[in-house]
């Protein structure tokens, strides 16, 4: 069983996530920045981490990673303004990307169907921020010597948890919805997996098992 830290752990996708982790036995433990929310975070079967990842030093974030076997991003601004979009999303994931890569853990990044650097979102646009941010940290742990998978869902949705239809080729499929359960079964499934890494996994909703599209000539 795994050591797992998830970052952003009172996110919803985050919530459901570290609930089937923690049933699966493994140890979870959950940063959240916002005391108040350390509760919720238990309930799920993880320990609260109460940490700013915003305002953490390189040194901080190494000490935070220490010991676990995978780390989950699962973190983000939440829409704010573009100077904390930059520092949560992309100044804190790189932060986070280079402590990974030399303690040896295997990260998982969420990311969105959109992400890359030719995103197309216009700079006066209030999505331009964030869309520059993860495709910029996602540009970075594919060039990194880190152990590591991002994980690119379309729009998320509260439908109950089902299968998936992964963009493979690339190019394939067209961006659609994808219910957080399924994300979080993704991201519970990825860390079952370990033979998947190195891959960027676009997908929607559709009609594959989670656990049969990873296992498909990736374990």
């Given at each position: 069983?795994?050591r797992?830290?998830?970052?952003?752990?009172?996110?919803?996708?985050?919530?459901?996530a570290q609930?089937?982790l923690a049933?699966a036995?493994h140890?979870v433990?959950?940063?959240v920045?916002?005391?108040a929310h350390?509760?919720?975070?238990?309930e799920?079967g993880?320990?609260?981490?109460v940490?700013?990842l915003?305002?953490?030093e390189?040194a901080a974030?190494?000490?935070?990673?220490t010991?676990y076997?995978?780390?989950?991003w699962s973190?983000?601004a939440?829409?704010?303004s573009?100077?904390r979009?930059?520092?949560?999303?992309?100044?804190a994931?790189?932060r986070?990307?280079d402590?990974?890569?030399r303690?040896?853990?295997?990260?998982?990044m969420?990311s969105?169907?959109g992400?890359?650097?030719d995103h197309g979102v216009?700079?006066?646009?209030?999505?331009?921020a964030y869309?520059?941010?993860?495709?910029?940290v996602?540009?970075?742990i594919?060039?990194s010597g880190a152990d590591?998978?991002?994980?690119?869902?379309?729009t998320?949705?509260?439908?109950e948890?089902?299968?998936?239809?992964?963009?493979?080729?690339a190019?394939s499929?067209?961006?659609g919805?994808i219910?957080?359960?399924?994300?979080?079964?993704?991201i519970?499934?990825?860390?079952a997996?370990p033979?998947?890494?190195?891959?960027?996994i676009r997908c929607n909703e559709?009609g594959t098992p989670v656990?049969?599209a990873?296992?498909r000539?990736?374990s």
């Open positions: 069983m795994a797992i830290l998830v970052l952003g752990a009172h996110g919803r996708v985050a919530l459901r609930r089937m049933d036995q140890t433990h959950g940063v920045r916002n005391p350390a509760d919720d975070v238990a799920t993880a320990e609260p981490v940490s700013d915003e305002t953490l390189q974030v190494d000490q935070l990673l010991g076997d995978v780390v989950v973190a983000g939440g829409g704010g573009p100077e979009t930059r520092a949560v999303d992309h100044d994931a790189l986070v990307l402590a990974v890569t303690s040896g853990a295997r990260l998982v969420i969105y169907f992400s890359r650097r216009a700079p006066d646009a209030p999505f331009f869309a520059e941010a993860k495709s910029l996602d540009e970075a594919r060039a590591w998978v991002i994980l690119a869902p379309s998320l949705t509260d439908e948890e089902g299968g998936i239809e992964i963009d493979e080729p190019g499929v067209a961006s919805s219910p957080r359960a399924t994300v979080a079964r993704l519970a499934e990825v860390v997996h033979g998947v890494r190195g891959l960027t559709g656990a049969e990873l296992a000539d990736r």
